[in-house]
């Protein structure tokens, strides 16, 4: 049973990002503005893809730190390991051009461009992931329907993996990285990469698939339909299949972010406009927050007491605990994708 405890903790009514022309979404006491300038030391790289840039925004002042050049209508960000670094993918990238990237490595640390790959002939870049031993990349290819490996350190191609659908921007990887999963929209199933056997297998799921995320133990892959406003779980090792399927408490799910020590699962829904926090264990809808624009994914940051959500209007900062819109986030215009990390603001 799918119950909801409680609706709509906090709504946010304009459609400005920036912080002077939020004051809905602020209070102006002093406590509350320390418990806004409380959180923890760290940046978030978010995607502008107006201007073919990363902006490294400092979250707990609302401040621009730096502004990255990245290759035309980057689409999404994966952070090595270690944080230090991001790599970030271009929609937009024509290999013919031979003088923009298709993938840009950042370093936040020196807030720099570290490295520009042109992966091949592999255009139309998408989702991306990072293995946990950080020496691998994968990303998706629209126009080949399938899913590029590259060295991490060098940007050399390694394999392009086939999938055999029409591919989504959702791609993950295993934590051992021997299984690739692809999200494939348009045939309703998730394709499963076996980098040992080299052989791919098609889950079937709920309609549209669109977001991938691994449970932190690995064991279950939580899969956002978007199509019929459910998720799907898939288990299974040797023989993968879905498990589960439940409604995700709202309209056109797009992502699912886990949150370990509250055994919490954050539903970005873009056609409800909320962040819908599930428990992980029974599935029950707890709570709901009202979000300005279209919601697209949540990140939270290392030390789990804030959750950022990227949506079409800006990035606001959230109050895990209370669950408490604390601010827009001035983080320019067309945001295409957030992570978080403890470097590049010391």
């Not at 609706?7 to 004051?23: K, P």
């Not at 979404?25 to 923890?40: I, K």
């Not at 209370?322 to 945001?335: C, P, S, V, Y």
């Amino acid at each position: 049973m799918h119950t909801i405890a409680k609706r709509f903790r906090t709504a946010a009514t304009g459609t400005a990002v920036t912080l002077a022309s939020c004051s809905g979404l602020v209070a102006q006491d002093g406590a509350f503005r320390a418990e806004v300038r409380a959180q923890q030391p760290g940046a978030l790289v978010v995607l502008s893809g107006a201007s073919s840039e990363a902006v490294l925004l400092d979250p707990a002042r609302n401040q621009v730190l730096a502004r990255l050049p990245t290759g035309p209508d980057p689409k999404d960000v994966a952070l090595s390991p270690d944080g230090r670094f991001a790599y970030v993918t271009s929609y937009g990238w024509e290999p013919s051009s031979g003088s923009n990237a298709g993938v840009t490595v950042l370093d936040l640390e020196r807030r720099q461009v570290h490295a520009v790959f042109q992966p091949g002939e592999y255009r139309n870049l998408g989702g991306i992931t990072v293995g946990e031993e950080g020496s691998r990349l994968w990303m998706t290819s629209a126009a080949e329907d399938g899913v590029v490996e590259l060295d991490a350190q060098t940007g050399e191609v390694k394999m392009l993996w086939k999938t055999g659908a029409a591919v989504s921007d959702a791609v993950t990887v295993s934590h051992d990285a021997r299984r690739v999963y692809v999200a494939n929209t348009d045939a309703n199933q998730v394709t499963i990469i076996d980098r040992i056997t080299v052989v791919p297998t098609s889950v079937s799921t709920g309609v549209g698939p669109t977001g991938l995320t691994l449970t932190p133990d690995g064991r279950d892959l939580w899969v956002s339909n978007a199509g019929d406003n459910t998720i799907s779980v898939i288990r299974g090792r040797r023989r993968p299949k879905e498990i589960d399927r439940f409604p995700s408490g709202g309209l056109q799910p797009v992502s699912v972010a886990f949150h370990t020590e509250r055994n919490e699962a954050w539903v970005s829904h873009r056609g409800s406009r909320t962040i819908t926090i599930l428990d992980r264990s029974t599935h029950d809808v707890i709570d709901e927050i009202s979000v300005t624009g279209a919601p697209e994914s949540v990140t939270f940051s290392n030390d789990g007491g804030h959750a950022y959500a990227l949506s079409s209007a800006g990035v606001y900062a959230i109050d895990v605990a209370t669950r408490r819109m604390l601010e827009a986030l001035d983080a320019g215009t067309d945001a295409a994708g957030v992570a978080w990390s403890h470097h590049g603001n010391p």
